[in-house]
């Protein structure tokens, strides 16, 4: 049985898309996590960051890997009925924790978070494989953005650094350019959205957003998890989240102990 948030149809957008809308996944989450991100902003992780680029207008703030330290995202995430909608979705038997990730813009923010598959950032790949993109504030231009079917090409996307535009990593011809989704008439999903919808995408799914150019804030929040299939990977260098002192070897499952499985199918029937 799937969990009542997650339809048939659901199930097979995801998997032929990368991408579908889950309706009220947090809706009974929402002030707890406004509150875990007031607390993430008041004391930022070793990977917070600004997005400070010249020529840009307000505050992108985004930090990722808080979960354990901050209680609200810890509650969140064990008690939320995400991680058996992930496994739904992902069409696997467990759904297990990667890393959590908040990104905030303040009203009048200009910078856009530019085009990017997160699969290529991280040191994990597999076909089962998710993030949730939650907004905590009612959303519609500075909503999440992804291009239907991305996750099924062929190659990667070139990984760059948001505010540099660097690459992350050499390319050696393992990449693609990043296509300009727009110009090229890709079909690009959004969805207007309440706070607690959560969009649900694979990690080899390319997406952004627009600047906030309301005035109001936008605040979301995100949970990737893995599934059966995924497995530890070498980059060409650090990656991002980088994890030091992991000890994963390639073609590893990621280690329980620091990576905890948040469902597994019929252990709750």
Known sequence: MTHPLVTPEMIETFQRDGVVLVKGLFADHVDTLRAGVQANMTAPGPYASENRKEGHTGLFFDDYCNWERIPEFREVIQSSPAAEVA???MQSQTAQMFHDHVLVKEPGTSMATPWHQDGPYYFVDGRQTISFWSPLDPVKEATLRCVAG????EKEVLPTRWVSEEGFFPDEGQYMAIPDPEAEGMRIVEFEMQPGDAVAFNYKTLHGARG????????????RLVGDDARYVERPGRTSPPYPGHGMVPGQRLREDWFPVLFRRGAQD
């Open 212 to 223: 906030n150019t309301s005035n109001s804030r936008r605040r979301a929040f995100s949970l």
């Open 150 to 153: 991305s996750h099924l090409w």
């Open 87 to 89: 496994a739904d979705l």
